[in-house]
Every structure is written in C-alpha cells, then in structure tokens.
C-alpha cells in the first residue's frame, strides 16, 4: 500500500539533492527531512574516532540523541535534542566522519528508527541515500538523482567560490569520489536506486529543468 505522505529523493554527494527536496516540500507543502544531516549531527555530537567504539558504547552515547522535525517547506526545522542544527555539520571532515559513522549497522539501525519515527508523525520530502530503499520502501514517489563526479564536484567548487570560500576543485572531486566509494559500497544500505525509483542523470540539466522533471513524474505518479 503507497504511503501517500512520503516522496524519497536519494543521490550521492553533491547531486543537489538539498536543493530540490526543500524545493519540491515548499511545492507540495510538505516538511523537509535531511537524514544527512542526522548523520552529520551524530558524528559531530559522538565525535573523531567514534566509528572505531565497541558496539555497546557507540549504541549508549546513541541513546542519548533525540531528533524532531517541526515546520514545513524551506522553513522546516530538525534539532537534535532541542537544539536546531547549525552551519558547524556542514564542512567535509563532518561530512567524512557522518559516512564513517553511516557504514556500521549499529548507527543505521539506530538512524532508521529515528527516521521513520519522523515519518510517522509528519507528511515528508525525505532526502538521503536510502530513503526508498529501506527508510519508506511505501513512499508514494520515490526519485534517484545521479551525476558526474566531475560535475558534482563542479558545482559544489562554484558554490564555495560565491561564498568566498579557498577551494581546489581537484581535491573537492577527490573527496567526492572518497565519499561515493565509502557510501554505494558498504554492507549495509548501501547507496543504491530502490527498483521503483524515477532515475534522473542531472549532469547536463540546470535546477529548474531537474524540479520540473520531478513535478512531472509526481503529477504521473
Ligand atoms: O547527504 P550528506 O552529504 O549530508 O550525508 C553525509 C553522509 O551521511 C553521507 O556521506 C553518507 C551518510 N548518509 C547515509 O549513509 N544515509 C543517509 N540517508 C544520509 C546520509
């Protein structure tokens, strides 16, 4: 039976995915999930090194994280025990220490109820990368975004260039390709397309050509 109050957006790093999935949840009047960023917030409050804890220790200091969503659209906001996240989970060392974290069953298992105790009590846009494969597999529309390395690691370089952020393109598409092999090739959920997804290749598309295309498949759907 579809879920009619979830629509999954998953891709790997860099696709844009941020972008759109706030897009399309001011669109459909929806609140906005960032389950990336729950992974970021947890390796931020465990810390360096926590992916290398003994099971038990790593599934305590867990426990101790409670996330809520409130609002909707682009003003939707997540906190991890009260406190709305900030910029800090932002930077790519949180974002390594996040995929670290993100390969061991015990962090997923834990992210996974978290998740889908959100999803419980709020109509979702939830972006991720296994979002449509085990998170809401009964979503209504499911999409998977994919790109170049090269291209996402365009964009993301001309994003901290407007910033006025030092970037090396050569090291932000390094880092990019660390991040895909870390991430589609883990045991466990790993970054795959759910077989039901609408797949979408955004490496020659701009942001617009991309939401209209998932505006389309949702008004299919
Ligand atoms: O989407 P992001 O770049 O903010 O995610 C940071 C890391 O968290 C990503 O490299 C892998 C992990 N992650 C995950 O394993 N599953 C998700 N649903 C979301 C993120």
């Known amino acids: 039976m579809p879920d009619s109050t979830i629509v999954t957006l998953d891709g790997p790093a860099g696709v844009g995915k941020t972008t759109l999935a706030k897009r399309l949840a001011e669109h459909l009047g929806l ?4 389950t990336g960023a729950m992974f970021r917030a947890t390796a931020c409050a465990l810390g360096q090194d926590s992916w290398t804890w003994p099971e038990e220790k790593l599934r305590q200091a867990l426990s101790g994280l409670h996330f809520t969503l409130s609002g909707a659209g682009a003003a939707s906001i997540l ?3 009260g406190a709305s996240l ?18 061991l069953p015990v962090v997923r298992e834990f992210q996974k109820i978290a998740q889908q105790d959100i999803g419980q009590g709020s109509s979702l846009v939830a972006e991720g990368r296994d979002m449509g494969t085990v ?27 407007a910033q006025g952020q030092p970037a090396d393109l050569a090291g932000i598409i390094e880092q990019i390709r660390a991040r895909d092999l870390q991430d589609r090739t883990r045991a466990t959920a790993p970054l795959v397309p759910a077989v039901d997804a609408v797949l979408i ?5 701009d942001q617009d050509q991309v939401f209209a295309a998932m505006v389309q498949a949702l008004n299919q759907g």
């Not at 910029?87 to 974290?101: D, F, G, P």
């Not at 998170?135 to 260039?161: M, N, S, V």
């Not at 290749?201 to 598309?205: G, H, K, M, P």
């Open 79 to 81: 906190a991890v025990n």
């Open 201 to 205: 290749d955004t490496t020659s598309l």
């Open 31 to 34: 609140a906005y999930l960032d």
């Open 135 to 161: 998170i809401f597999p009964t979503a209504r529309c499911k999409f998977f975004l994919d790109a170049t390395p090269e291209e996402r690691g365009r964009r993301r370089f001309l994003q901290l260039e």
């Open 86 to 103: 900030t910029e800090a989970i932002r930077t790519e060392t949180v974002a390594m220490w996040a995929s670290n974290l993100a390969a």
